[in-house]
């Protein structure tokens, strides 16, 4: 069983439209390493789980950007 499956997300800039990172899916440790340097930049960016969609990580921006969908 492969253990690429997990999916770097994250916002273009202040659009609605969200990216997938081309590298996905990918390892855990390389999607967390991806997401600690877009997320370091202030980005809405997330890791999920490429079956499940499980969120392992989120961040601030991410979660704001959602509270403001609701």
């Avoid at 499980?54 to 609701?70: L, N, T, V, W």
Wanted: hydrophobic letters at 35%.
């Amino acid at each position: 069983m492969s253990k690429k499956v997990w999916n770097l997300k994250f916002v273009v800039g202040n659009t609605k439209r969200f990216i997938t990172d081309d590298r996905s899916p990918m390892t855990r440790s390389l999607a967390l390493e991806g997401y600690d340097t877009i997320a370091g930049k202030g980005w809405a960016v997330w890791v999920e789980h490429c079956i499940t969609g499980e969120r392992i990580a989120e961040s601030d921006a991410e979660k704001q950007r959602q509270e403001k969908a609701e």
